[in-house]
């Protein structure tokens, strides 16, 4: 007679979870974007910030708020984009306190300052000029590429593709030690 023990599987292989791949997470991800398009509208970050400058202008300079046109055409600051960016702050925070390596990414992400003041003034300054182009360009990454690319927008396509190449770009010159 067999040993039973013999045909069983191995508990190690059992036990483990197997992580989704890369093309279930991406089709979950399309299903969640084309149902948030289709209940509350197309995302954005960007836009937070100039309704966030609209609504404390109309409180300490109404007039000017209410005669400059840019801020005259800013809807209330509390949307579904809001809180977007609140929930992206939150769990930015809450990952960098969470994650094992967090101090040492940062150092390797800005290697060559030496100081945490110094990578904060950078990072900052890095996150206002990208708020500055998304402005320019008519909205932010999440607006031209999730909501664009799930709604087939050719100018969602146009800036993704143009996003990634300049990422590859920078990486790849990053990588080679430039700046």
Not at 76 to 98: D, N, P, Q
Not at 102 to 112: L, W
Request: glycine share 12%; proline share 6%.
């Amino acid at each position: 007679m067999a040993n039973p023990a013999v045909h069983a599987p191995p508990v190690a292989a059992s036990a483990e979870r197997k992580l989704p791949s890369w093309l279930t997470l991406g089709i979950i991800f399309g299903v969640v974007s084309a149902a948030s398009i289709l209940l509350w509208g197309p995302i954005g970050v960007s836009g937070t910030y100039p309704r966030f400058i609209a609504a404390i202008s109309r409180y300490v300079v109404p007039d000017y708020a209410t005669s400059n046109p840019y801020l005259a055409k800013m809807p209330k600051f509390f949307t579904t984009e809001t809180m977007l960016v609140v929930g992206l702050l939150i769990g930015g925070f809450v990952a960098s306190r969470l994650g094992k390596d967090a101090k040492p990414a940062m150092q390797m992400v800005h290697a060559s300052e030496k100081t945490p003041t110094s990578r904060y003034r950078d990072a900052f300054i890095g996150g206002f000029l990208i708020i500055l182009g998304a402005r320019i360009a008519g909205g932010c990454t999440s607006g031209h590429i999730i909501s664009g690319i799930t709604q087939l927008s050719v100018s969602g396509m146009i800036f993704a593709a143009g996003v990634f190449a300049a990422g590859i770009v920078t990486a790849k010159s990053l990588a080679r030690g430039g700046r």
